[in-house]
């Protein structure tokens, strides 16, 4: 096992398909001035590689949590307290996002300035895509995720 | 209250009792009946961007219902000029009226407006994305003309790939009736989406309208090229004439959702087969129809 510090207080993301883990962190806004350990292509028994990430004294919204199962499907979110694990799930594909992610359609009303009105999205699955509930405009994959 | 956003709010029920309910309206205005169902209620109008025809039409069908009619028809002559938010001038003028009729050209407009106004919206077209009641009124016109919506050959001609009202009324057909088959027609550069292309079509080049029931032409637009000699080349690469209408089956009929520019020759107005002007006609029953809906619905 490779020694990898432990944190105190902050977020643990395991079993990332091998080689996404900075999509993620991508994703999780980067490293801003936090400490963040990348683990990449580590051996593992439940996936022939995987990555980790973790990000000392960082909390991610929950919604952007979920967010990973776009990129990285299998992979566990532990959250640590005070050196100890209070909490450890799987990202879950959710049906619908709103919120995190901004609309790419320059036209939407999403994206007119003042309007009081926040992004939302539904996910559809086979393939991957997501849909602005305003615009009704579609994107493939992951591509609102790291725009 | 019930709000109308999109076609694909409607239920195949929602949408036949719609379409019975237009039939009412077409009879009464008909026989010269006067309405006065909606005689108390006013309809707000609020176009933040320009479209005469839609306009008069929904005006004239709330005049049809006895109720009244207030708003404004250019982005210039509102608040938005002095940048109050599209929600803000909704919620306002929700204050004024019982039903409010919006276009914009902003894609999720009437779906923000439902969501803050404390009457119905019915979505008069917002930009790119939806134009629920002329699709209706396109659905109610081969219903009339034809006597049904099932088993149709329908060829649509022109803008297929920006064309809202063909994705519109593509949607419609594949998603509530059975038998359509489409023959696509249309410029390489202004082929049907993917997302269109389902069940029985076929896709060409050619003006083919020897076996369609219905012929759905559009107007190629010059906004949606940046280079204006490739308009040049494309704007009159499909014209119905009078020879066109020869080849074409006796009961066929030719719509239009209007303006023209020269895509249909004026001297086909007189065959009976082209019906673009009392599809704008059937536009009026349909929105009383749905104004109705709108009124009574329960959301
Ligand atoms: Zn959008």
Redesign the interface.
């Known amino acids: 096992m490779m020694m990898v510090k432990h944190i105190e207080n902050g977020t643990v993301i395991d079993h990332i398909d091998g080689g996404k883990a900075l999509e993620v962190l991508k994703l999780m806004g980067g490293p801003n001035s936090s400490t963040v350990v990348i683990a990449v292509n580590v051996p593992s028994t439940k996936h022939k590689k995987k990555d980790i990430l973790k990000m000392e004294g960082v909390y991610v919204d929950e919604r952007k949590l979920d967010l990973i199962s776009l990129i990285a499907p299998s992979a566990t979110v532990n959250i640590i307290k005070n050196g100890k694990l209070v909490e450890k799930r799987p990202v879950k594909l959710p049906t619908e996002v709103s919120g995190v992610l901004t609309c790419l359609?320059p036209?939407?009303?999403?994206n007119?300035d003042?309007?009081?009105?926040t992004t939302k999205f539904t996910v559809e699955k086979e393939p991957l895509r997501l849909i602005?509930?305003?615009?009704?405009?579609e994107f493939e994959g992951t591509s609102l995720l790291t725009a | 209250m019930k709000d109308i956003i999109s076609i694909s709010d409607f239920s195949k029920k929602e949408f036949t009792d719609v379409l019975a309910e237009a039939d009412k309206m077409h009879s009464a205005l008909q026989k010269g009946k006067a309405l006065d169902t909606l005689k108390g209620k006013i309809m707000a109008v609020m176009f933040f961007e320009a479209s005469t025809r839609t306009r008069l039409s929904f005006e004239s069908a709330m005049n049809r219902l006895g109720g009244s009619v207030l708003g404004f028809a250019e982005p210039a002559s509102t608040s938005m000029a002095k940048a109050e938010t599209i929600a803000d001038t909704v919620n306002t003028v929700a204050q004024y009226s019982d039903v409010i009729v919006m276009r914009s050209p902003f894609p999720g407009a009437a779906q923000l407006a439902s969501e803050v106004s404390s009457v119905p919206i019915i979505n008069g077209g917002d930009g790119s994305r939806e134009h629920p009641t002329q699709t209706m009124l396109d659905l109610f016109t081969i219903k009339k003309e034809k006597g049904r919506l099932d088993n149709l050959k329908v060829a649509m001609i022109g803008d297929l790939k920006y064309g809202r009202t063909v994705h519109s009324l593509c949607k419609a057909f594949n998603n509530y009736f059975k038998g359509i088959e489409f023959t696509f027609i249309a410029p390489e550069a202004l082929a049907i989406p993917n997302e269109f292309k389902k069940g029985k079509y076929h896709e060409t080049g050619k003006l083919e309208l020897e076996d369609a029931d219905v012929v759905y032409m559009t107007r190629i637009q010059k906004e949606r090229f940046a280079d204006p000699t490739e308009y040049e080349k494309l704007k009159s690469v499909y014209k119905i004439t009078p020879k066109i209408l020869e080849t074409m089956k006796k009961d066929a009929i030719v719509m239009h959702p209007l303006p023209r520019v020269n895509e249909i020759d004026w001297r086909c107005d007189s065959d009976s087969r082209c019906i673009y002007f009392k599809q704008a006609y059937y536009g009026v029953p349909t929105r009383m129809a749905l104004i109705q809906l709108a009124l009574r619905g329960g959301k």
């Open positions: 359609n036209k939407c009303i999403t007119k003042r309007e009081p009105v602005c509930v305003y615009c009704n405009k």
